[in-house]
């Protein structure tokens, strides 16, 4: 294993962060909604399950969804399930003040948690994307450096995101807009689920 294929890695992960998806849109309404602490705690939340992921492609998990297909739909109908309940709360509660008591950070950490643990595809993306840029034969200790360089990569990025979207700017500009913007994040999030639930 050489850096420039961590590098790739990097590149590869920091695209696929960006791309709109229900851990993005989750940290999105988590910050501004929430402030930084909120933001933050729900971030570490989904770095640590999308590590998880990633370590479980590198120990060869998505060859056990592929030997008991049974497995991984009982994992995509239990995600696709979280997914659309985190959606009809939304919903639900679009026009309702925010509380003054901030959500716990073990709660808004084990909500983010769940976001990205809903989604049992990302061990399959993971294990393509590990394929194509890594060298095969590695050893335990490149693999766990992997583990490490992606926890730290998400981690930076969602401190970074958290940080920008608590903004008293950003913030403000969320409560004004409160019911409109929970109730497209509420369909965005539940055709995420939908199509997690229907997806092969």
Known sequence: MEWTHVFAFNAALLAAMAA??????????????????????TGMGLAFAATFWTAAALLGLEVVFILFPSTYLVMKFVGA?????????????????????????????????????????????????????????????????????????????????????SSAPARHGYLAMKPAIDRVSSLLLGALGLRLLLAK
Request: aromatic letters at 12%.
């Open 81 to 165: 399930a979280y997914l659309i309940r985190v959606a009809y709360v939304l919903w639900r509660d679009a026009k309702s003040p925010i509380s003054e008591s901030i959500t716990s950070h073990g709660r808004a950490f084990r909500d983010g948690l769940l976001v990205n643990l809903s989604n049992p595809k990302s061990v399959l993306f993971s294990a393509s994307v590990l394929v194509v840029i890594f060298p095969s034969g590695l050893v335990i200790w490149e693999k766990a450096a992997i583990v490490l360089n992606h926890l730290m990569v998400e981690m930076l990025v969602y401190t970074l995101f958290a940080a920008l979207l």
């Open 20 to 41: 709109p998806g229900p851990a993005l849109l989750f940290a999105l309404r988590q910050s501004i909604s929430g402030g930084f602490a909120k933001g933050f705690s």
